[in-house]
């Protein structure tokens, strides 16, 4: 085409021509049509001179000027720029290859001509002016093989074109930002061979190499698909690959989004499939075969820098290396849950938190430098800011020795905190070594950043073993509120978060120790971590047979350690206290709300009170949260609180506090168990054998239940006996009486055992060490001292104890777990510094006589029994026996003995003597009671010894209690010298009609003070009493008919409540029911009630 500038003179539109060419110009002003040979020679006609030029020559005359001039370039060797526009084919062919690969934003659009050109004016333009096809590659049925184009776009931008000539034809200045081997200064493509690793060279020429194969399979011209097969050549061995491994083609058929199909062009359909090898940007974790962990891969262009690798070198992900890397691959690849991929900023929390202590806390691991940190001339503590998600892959040791801490000075007057982390990474040098990649961040120091409190904040336990999965995290906020941080323990299996009063508590539980806590702020934000030391890994292999004397006011717990050590259970410290907190604040909120660091007294815990406290339950019979030991201190219990739970061994209406109570005590007995490298434990169970049938059943089960659970969160093989296993589930006068026998070596030839607890009093008679009888009368602490105190709760002013906090106690549970507390803690100094200042004093004789009419009831009541055992011809001595007496109601004996200490010269030794002779009819031949050397020990600790056999002591069989009182049940008349063999399966009618025995203890007892051989001094007897008659017809004295009309009125009302079921009425003496009808009726008396 010609065009003018002026009427006159003409100006080809062409550049300077060669002076042998045989281009001619045509007539001004008129469209010539000419052949595509024109064109060509067009092209090699032109003298164009510019070195290192790669814009097209732009004088061809058509709308297909861009793919026309590729295709003169790609068939005419003397085409001007022909290396220049081949660079550029060869970069967007690679781009195509690759495309999956480096996951590049390129997509392709079908245009198909012939059918737009009858809706398109541009279309039909181009439709009407396609170019002859005369080196077309690939033929179309029934189309001009220009007809169907697909026109390429990246970032939605067109960027290129097929062409049946040429394969492909990139943009004049197409934009492809991003792609390496783009040049934007002059917005043309360049060769990729620089930008390519190995694997990416191996994988285009794998690729070029199906293409050439494929531009012969669609009967395109012969010479165009030399010449285009000629330069794939050419591209490949450009490349410089030997070996060509077998890789893959994309999965995705239309992975550019449409499928291209047409002829040759179905080998640009597919790119390659980038290759499934190592991350190079993989964190190496320390923490090996963590399920349910995917890999952490770290997303940083500076790792190229840093290891002076090209960014193509480094695989990130599925193939794709950090060049390919787009932004909305961190999307993806998350998503997929297969990986976690970070940017290495996201490994950092936005601010540094930090306490103004130092020293603060003590159960945290610190990284290097922490100590130097100061902020307004104050030591500081940092709390760690960085991603907890590192600490699934590192150990809290390793991430430490990982992190280091600068103190810097800005020179602006602040202070800044530079942490270096170090990160050992997959890497790029092959083998085994990590390779490092060394991050940095500067913190200001800020003052708004100071956290002025901390919360009490404990983990329990303190220890690792294989299968152990049972772990518990407390919080207190300490009242602070947003003075202190709030916590969240990772992977917490429950959580229990409550207020109560102005503070926030936190329960958890976890099935592994916690490699750190993640500290939180008023909005949940996470602001720190404290790293916690990994404790020791204990291995189990060891035995202990355990056994447990589960008392109404104690519970003791004694081990047998491998056969070969004998001791009371030492309560260790399993505790990681990771703040430092206040005594005074830390202390009482471990008792009331979670596990107690120490027990009282701390030199021999044992036994503990059976006390149990609630507060914070959140109502699901879970230890812990919602039940725990409560370790009571006589000055700070308050038993009249809701929380606390006493009486747990004789509940029947609700037996939860009395599981949570067992089961707190199991679980901590197994962690004290495997922090000492116990596997198996052996549980060894003693009972009163005044439960009812029901309750040694449920007895049995409920620990059978709560070992069973245990067992499976930590992997220490529970043995719990059933109700019928008489080596481990034995009375607790059977078990006193092996720890008589064996610990203290004493004999039993003719003896009996007495286990005076706080509620019953467990009784045993022995013959030559065979078993003759055993009972369980409730008699016991309870009622020969707590009772009285409580009707008379003045008299606690002469025990140095202000009562008024005392009468509020309207239980009588309640009141008797505090005074149990006292007499645990306080009695034996109580007795050493005043007992003897009192003797004289009346209100303190009528308790001493309150207690001695009650003691001696009991022998009488032992002595009674003898004879029905010598009537049965099973007891065949006519001799009373000594006693062997313990339990920790036993130290009530202190309390009638001169000095306050009692001992087998004390003179209440023959009052009891003389009761056991005139209840059994035998000659009192002066027997001792031998006080144990470790009251409440003994049943506890009998119930892990075995070594001396006892006859006896392994039958099933039930021993009936003997009345030792006329009694009438139902109709059915008993002896006082019966036993109390109830048949039916019901009580409805219980009756007592005289007390006959009774009188006749009383009348001994009284007998017995007044008898000058005996001596004794320290009791005196009821003033008013009187127990001498002239004649035995002659009528009581008004005093005694009074005292009896009470007693049998008090007992009266005692018998009205036995009545239901007969396997859940315990089996009570008519005897002793009788006396502590008496005792109750005294005791108002004393108190002047």
């Not at 409550?498 to 602001?527: R, W």
């Not at 470790?934 to 209690?961: F, M, Q, S, W």
Request: glycine content about 6%; hydrophobic content about 35%; some cysteine.
């Amino acid at each position: 085409m010609t065009s003018a500038y002026t009427s006159n003179q003409p100006a080809l539109l062409l550049p300077k021509l060669k002076d042998d060419c045989d281009v001619k110009s045509g007539n001004p002003g008129i469209w010539d049509y000419q052949a595509p040979k024109a064109f060509n020679d067009v092209a090699s006609s032109l003298d164009y001179k510019a070195p290192g030029e790669v814009k097209s020559v732009s004088s061809v005359p058509t709308v297909w000027a861009r793919p026309l001039s590729m295709e003169m370039a790609l068939h005419n060797d003397a085409y001007p720029i022909r290396e220049q526009m081949i660079t550029q084919w060869q970069g967007m062919l690679a781009a195509l290859a690759l495309a999956e690969v480096r996951n590049f934003p390129i997509k392709a659009q079908l245009v198909e001509l012939g059918v737009k050109k009858n809706t398109h004016v541009f279309a039909r333009s181009l439709y009407e002016l396609l170019p002859d096809p005369v080196n077309t590659t690939y033929t179309l049925n029934n189309k001009h093989p220009w007809e169907d184009l697909y026109i390429f776009t990246w970032n939605n931008q067109p960027v290129g074109m097929t062409s049946p000539s040429t394969l492909v034809v990139p943009s004049e200045e197409g934009i492809w930002e991003g792609l390496s081997w783009w040049d934007a200064s002059v917005s043309q493509l360049r060769s990729p061979h620089n930008y390519l690793n190995d694997t990416e060279k191996g994988q285009l020429t794998f690729w070029l190499d199906k293409l050439r194969k494929e531009i012969r399979r669609h009967n395109g011209d012969s010479r165009a698909v030399d010449r285009i097969i000629g330069l794939v050549n050419g591209f490949i061995n450009s490349l410089g690959v030997t070996t060509t491994p077998n890789f893959q083609f994309s999965d995705n058929p239309a992975y550019f989004e449409v499928e291209m199909n047409r002829g040759a062009l179905t080998a640009l359909n597919l790119p390659i499939k980038p290759e499934s090898r190592e991350s190079n940007v993989r964190i190496v974790p320390s923490i090996e075969n963590q399920p349910n962990v995917p890999p952490l891969l770290i997303i940083d262009p500076a790792i190229a820098t840093a290891w002076n690798e090209p960014p193509q070198n480094i695989c990130v992900y599925e193939g794709k290396n950090l060049a390919a890397f787009r932004p909305g691959d961190l999307d993806t690849w998350n998503r997929s849950r297969r990986v976690v991929c970070l940017e290495s900023k996201d490994l950092f929390l936005p601010e540094l938190k930090f306490i103004d202590q130092e020293g603060i806390l003590p159960g945290a691991l610190l990284p290097e430098g922490s100590q130097n940190l100061v902020f307004n001339n104050r030591n500081i503590t940092p709390l760690i800011p960085l991603n907890p998600i590192l600490l699934n892959y590192f150990t809290p040791e390793d991430l430490t020795k990982r992190i280091r801490l600068q103190f810097v000075n800005n020179g602006a007057g602040g202070s800044v905190v530079r942490i270096s982390l170090t990160l050992p990474l997959s890497g790029v040098r092959g083998g085994k070594a990590p390779q490092n990649f060394f991050l940095v961040k500067e913190y200001p120091l800020k003052e708004e950043n100071i956290i002025r409190e901390v919360p009490v904040l404990e983990v329990w336990p303190e220890f690792r073993a294989e299968g152990w999965q049972e772990y518990y995290g407390f919080y207190y906020d300490a009242e602070n509120g947003e003075e202190t941080f709030q916590v969240n323990f990772p992977n917490a299996t429950d959580v229990h978060i409550f207020k109560e009063g102005q503070g926030s508590y936190q329960t958890v539980q976890l099935e592994e120790f916690p490699a750190f806590i993640e500290c939180k702020d008023i909005y949940t934000n996470t602001i720190g971590l404290i790293l916690l030391a990994t404790p020791e890994q204990i291995n189990l292999t060891g035995n202990w047979v355990v056994g447990v004397d589960f008392g109404t006011s104690f519970t003791n717990v004694y081990v047998n350690k491998n056969d070969q050590i004998t001791e009371s259970l030492k309560l260790e410290n399993l505790h990681r206290q990771v703040t430092s907190v206040l005594i005074d604040t830390r202390f009482p909120v471990l008792f009331e709300y979670f596990i107690p660091e120490s027990f009282i007294p701390t030199d021999k815990p044992f036994p503990m009170s059976t006390v149990l406290t609630t507060k914070g339950s959140k109502g699901v019979l879970k230890p812990i949260f919602d039940g725990r030991m409560y370790i009571p201190a006589s000055h700070r219990f308050k038993p009249q609180q809701t929380w606390i739970k006493t009486n747990l061994k004789w509940q029947t209406d609700n037996l939860t506090d009395n599981q949570l109570f067992l089961k707190h005590l199991a679980l901590h007995i197994s962690a004290i168990a495997a922090k000492n490298g116990v596997k198996n434990i052996q549980w060894s169970l003693s009972y009163p054998s005044a439960f009812s049938p029901r309750q040694e059943q449920n007895y049995a089960k409920n620990w059978q239940k709560i070992t069973k659970e245990l067992e499976a969160k930590t992997n220490i093989k529970h043995n719990s006996p059933a109700k019928d296993d008489p080596t481990y589930f034995r009375t607790e006068s059977l078990a006193f009486a092996q720890y008589f026998a064996e610990y203290e070596d004493e004999n039993l030839v003719n003896t009996t055992c007495i286990d005076m607890g706080g509620g019953t009093s467990d009784i045993s008679i022995w013959q030559d060490n065979q078993l003759l009888h055993q009972c369980s009368v409730e008699l016991a602490g309870r009622d020969l001292f707590s009772q009285f105190i409580k009707i008379n709760p003045n008299f606690l002013k002469k025990l140095d104890i202000d009562p008024d906090e005392w009468k509020i106690l309207n239980k009588q549970e309640a009141f008797n777990a505090k005074l149990d507390v006292w007499m645990r803690l306080e009695a034996a100094s109580w007795l050493e510094r005043k007992r003897d200042l009192l003797e004289e004093d009346q209100e303190f004789q009528g308790l001493l006589r309150l207690m001695a009419i009650g003691i001696s009831g009991l022998y009488f009541y032992v002595g009674e029994i003898l004879a029905v055992l010598h009537k049965e011809e099973k007891y065949t001595l006519d001799e009373i026996t000594p006693v062997y007496i313990g339990g920790n109601g036993s130290r009530l004996l202190h309390w009638l003995a001169e000095g306050g200490e009692f001992d087998r010269n004390s003179e209440i030794n023959s009052l009891l003597s003389q009761m056991m002779s005139v209840g059994s009819g035998f000659t009192d031949t002066k027997e001792p009671t031998r006080l144990s050397k470790n009251p409440k020990d003994e049943a506890a600790c009998g119930l892990v010894l075995k070594d001396k056999k006892l006859k006896g002591i392994n039958t099933n069989e039930r021993d009936h209690v003997i009345a030792v009182e006329n009694c009438e049940i139902d109709g059915t008349t008993f002896s006082w010298q019966d036993r109390l063999q109830i048949r039916a399966q019901t009580i409805s009618k219980y009756q007592i009609p005289n007390l006959t025995q009774l009188r006749l203890f009383l009348d001994a007892f009284h007998a017995s003070l007044d008898d000058d051989d005996l001596g004794i001094d320290g009791i005196k007897g009821l003033e008013r009493y009187e127990f001498k008659k002239e004649y035995p017809d002659d009528p009581d004295h008004e005093y005694n008919q009074k005292l009896w009309r009470a007693t049998t009125k008090e007992l009266r009302d005692c018998l009205n409540s036995i009545q239901g079921d007969v396997d859940n009425i315990r089996e009570e003496p008519p005897f002793i029911l009788g006396l502590k009808a008496l005792l109750k009726v005294l005791a108002r008396e004393w108190a002047g009630r």
